[in-house]
């Protein structure tokens, strides 16, 4: 069984401009999260996708990120435009249906905004 | 506001020895509580977790022990070996909602 992939795996980009990220979960997992780590800080949560349905987006910082799961597959975060303090690592991950299962993650994505 | 502290930051222990990580919580709802290990240019993984109900949890080398009235839970890793150098994530979740609090982590490095 194929993990959580995430795409790119690092970018570089300049303020202002926009970057996608892209989360493939385990196939049969109706959950999906993005959390993210800011360096030396903890991971935080972002938001939480049931199938194509947002369950919960408390976590996304502000209206410059925008996350999408068409046809409850894969998953994209947009930033736009991006600022100097979205640097971090963004991390997917995948869980069954169901309250309490195991949250398996992606390797993550390494943002830098200069 | 930090929900989840975590302590120490870092630690380097010799091969054999017992590391032990130490995690705090506030909120009184949190009634699952993991522990990740995460390698370089990988994603977190869970390692073991606990609930509120058992004080004690080992699943080989790992022992969870947990105090539900300190508010207070620790990862310790016995025999140490050098394989398990690596960044060590507590976590807690709530009843009936599916996001993970994280502490601030911890790099584990053992040596030989």
């Known amino acids: 069984e194929a993990g959580v992939t995430q795409f790119p795996s690092h970018s570089v980009i300049e303020k202002g401009q926009t970057v996608t990220l892209r989360c493939d979960p385990i196939s049969g997992h109706d959950n999906l999260y993005w959390y993210r780590r800011v360096m030396g800080k903890e991971i935080k949560f972002l938001l939480h996708f049931v199938k194509e349905s947002k369950q919960d987006e408390s976590g996304m910082p502000n209206n410059r990120f925008l996350a999408e799961r068409t046809g409850g597959t894969y998953s994209t975060l947009k930033v736009q435009p991006a600022e100097l303090e979205d640097s971090g690592v963004y991390f997917c991950?995948?869980?069954?249906?169901?309250?309490?299962?195991?949250?398996?993650f992606g390797p993550g994505t390494r943002l830098l905004v200069l | 506001q930090q929900q989840v502290k975590q302590s120490p930051q870092s630690l380097i222990v010799q091969k054999g020895g017992i590391p032990i990580i130490n995690c705090a919580y506030e909120n009184t709802a949190f009634d699952y509580f993991p522990w990740y290990q995460q390698f370089p240019g990988k994603g977190p993984a869970l390692l073991i977790a606990i609930r509120p109900d058992v004080s004690e949890k080992k699943e080989g080398r790992f022992t969870i022990s947990f105090n539900k009235s300190a508010k207070q839970f620790s990862l310790h890793i016995m025999d140490s070996q050098p394989g398990d150098s690596a960044t060590y994530f507590c976590a807690a979740k709530s009843f009936g909602n599916e996001k993970l609090t994280f502490g601030t982590g911890t790099r584990l490095t053992i040596i030989p």
């Open positions: 991950a995948s869980s069954r249906r169901g309250r309490g299962e195991t949250q398996y």
